[in-house]
């Protein structure tokens, strides 16, 4: 049985950091490509980044790239994203998601995927 729990969240005021996690368990982390959705209030569902299966190569979405950093510890079966120079409108639940296939496809499908968790909150804020 997937399953994927988030944790890390919470407020943070603006130009912060925070790392999430995500515990995977009932697949095969290493040989499959898993990511991170958020949703905002109000928004629809939007891709952040992903991590390919094997190769470990990482995808973002424009917004985030070069302030968050998606890493994987196979040996524990998590997945992180590393999220700094925080800004008020990366304000969202963010989820982890996999579709346990060895690929990312496009990062705007990562909402799309199969399995995900329950999420947890991001809040940026002064």
């Known amino acids: 049985q997937v399953q994927l729990v988030e944790s890390g969240g919470g407020l943070v005021q603006p130009g912060g950091s925070l790392r999430l996690s995500c515990t995977a368990s009932?697949?095969?982390?290493?040989?499959?490509?898993i990511g991170w959705f958020r949703q905002a209030p109000g928004k629809e569902r939007e891709g952040v980044s992903c991590?390919?299966?094997?190769?470990?190569?990482?995808y973002y979405e424009d917004s985030v790239k070069a302030r968050f950093t998606i890493s994987r510890d196979n040996a524990k079966n998590t997945l992180y994203l590393q999220m700094n120079s925080l800004r008020p409108e990366d304000t969202a639940v963010y989820y982890c998601?996999?579709?346990?296939?060895?690929?990312?496809?496009?990062?705007?499908?990562?909402?799309?995927?199969?399995?995900r968790g329950q999420g947890t909150q991001v809040t940026v804020s002064s």
């Open positions: 991590s390919n299966g094997g190769d470990w190569i990482t």
């Open positions: 009932g697949f095969a982390l290493r040989s499959s490509s």
């Open positions: 998601a996999t579709d346990l296939k060895p690929f990312c496809g496009e990062i705007k499908t990562i909402p799309t995927y199969s399995y």
